[in-house]
C-alpha cells in the first residue's frame, strides 16, 4: 500500500489539502466525510449498473469508483496522519479469526474471534498530537 500512500499524498499537495494534521479539525473532518460518503455513492450506481448490465463499460466505471473510494479512504487517513497500513493489517487480522458466511454472505463473529486491537495505534496518533508519549492506559478521556 505504500505506493497507493504516495500517489495519494503527492495528489493532496498537488489539490492543496492538508496532510498531517494535529488533530481533528471539524470543519476538515466534515469535508473528508463528504468526500468518502460521496464517493461510496458513486461506487453504489456503478454498482447497480453493473448488476443490470455486465459489461466492459460498466465494469470499467465500477474499477474507477472502486479506485476513487481507495483514494478517499487513504486521503483521509492521510489527512489527519492516521496510520492506515497498520490498522488496516491489525483488522485483517482479527478478520481472519471469523466463521465462515452466513446466508447474507457477510464472514460472523464466531466463538474463536478476536476483536481488532487498535489502542496502539491510537496511542500513536494521539501521543504525536500531544507532543508527547501517553500511557497506553489513558485513552485521551480527560
Known sequence: ????????????????????????????????MKILIEEVKELADASEGCSKAFNV????HMLKELGDVQCAVIGF??????????????????????????ETGKAIKG????????????VKVVSRVRGF??????YGLD
Open 57 to 60: 463499460v460498466t465494469v470499467a
Open 77 to 102: 487517513a492521510e489527512t489527519f496522519g492516521l496510520p492506515l497500513t497498520d490498522s488496516f493489517n491489525e483488522v485483517m487480522k482479527s478478520n481472519m479469526t471469523k466463521d465462515p458466511t452466513n
Open 133 to 138: 508519549l501517553i500511557d497506553s492506559g489513558d
Open 1 to 32: 500500500m505504500k505506493d497507493e500512500i504516495k500517489l495519494v499524498r503527492d495528489f493532496q499537495e498537488k489539490v492543496k489539502s492538508p496532510l498531517d494534521l494535529k488533530g481533528m479539525d471539524s470543519k476538515v473532518l466534515e469535508t473528508r
Open 111 to 122: 466463538e474463536g474471534y478476536v476483536e481488532a486491537n487498535l489502542i496502539p495505534e491510537a
